[in-house]
Nanobody
Framework: QVHLVESGGGLVQAGGSLRLSCAASGGSFDRYNSGWYRRAPGKEREFVATIRGSSGSAGYSTSVKGRFTISRDIAKNTVYLQMNNLEPEDTALYYC?????????WGQGIPVTVSS
């Protein structure tokens, strides 16, 4: 059984930064692709970023490209999402489902609130 735990969220002013972490037990981030998704209040869940398990190469949604960076620490079996220049529109519950593309496992999510 895979268990995912997100952390690092919180309240930040617009223009600020946060780094989210996703620690996994029972799974291996270097064998499968991982991703971050988010659900804003009143909106559908949306893709944020993905990282390939084999190479570490990343992909981003157009709304976060250039501001967010996904990375991983294989030794710690942890995936990160560095979020810079945050905007109020980034306010959401963030998740790190695994493994891509089926995303069979989801954590509880971590809230991020960006004030204007």
């Amino acid at each position: 059984q895979v268990h995912l735990v997100e952390s690092g969220g919180g309240l930040v002013q617009a223009g600020g930064s946060l780094r989210l972490s996703c620690a996994a037990s029972g799974g291996s981030f270097d064998r499968y692709n991982s991703g971050w998704y988010r659900r804003a209040p009143g909106k559908e869940r949306e893709f944020v970023a993905t990282i390939r398990g084999s190479s570490g190469s990343a992909g981003y949604s157009t709304s976060v490209k250039g501001r967010f960076t996904i990375s991983r620490d294989i030794a710690k079996n942890t995936v990160y999402l560095q979020m810079n220049n945050l905007e109020p529109e980034d306010t959401a519950l963030y998740y790190c489902p695994w493994p891509a593309p089926s995303y069979d496992y989801w954590g509880q999510g971590i809230p991020v609130t960006v004030s204007s």
